[in-house]
């Protein structure tokens, strides 16, 4: 998971799986947070409030930038294309 910001003991990350999509993982002090981007919410964690409000005003702020290194984030071997891979192809029982 890259690491977007460190500020007051809280370290913020990205991270990408194809099923939920990008999101952040905020840790502070053993606690964890995690925020989806579309739309921007709370998905779960036990974080005290200050770090709650700064993680989401943060993601806000930097929402472009996020989003942008987001579509970045997906491993290349994760998304073959086609042209690059000649004769892969997705299973036919999928």
């Known amino acids: 998971m890259p690491v977007l910001e460190k500020f007051g003991g809280i370290v913020v990350r990205l991270i990408y799986d194809r099923t939920l999509g990008a999101r952040l993982h905020a840790f502070y002090e053993g606690a964890e947070l995690v925020v989806a981007l579309q ?25 472009a930038e996020v989003t942008q290194f987001a579509g970045m984030a997906v ?17 036919s029982h999928v």
């Open 39 to 63: 739309p921007l919410r709370v998905l779960q964690g036990e974080v005290p409030q200050w770090v709650r409000e700064w993680v989401l005003r943060w993601a806000r702020e930097h929402m």
């Open 75 to 91: 491993p290349a071997a994760r998304w073959p294309d086609p042209r690059l891979n000649a004769g892969w192809a997705y299973p």
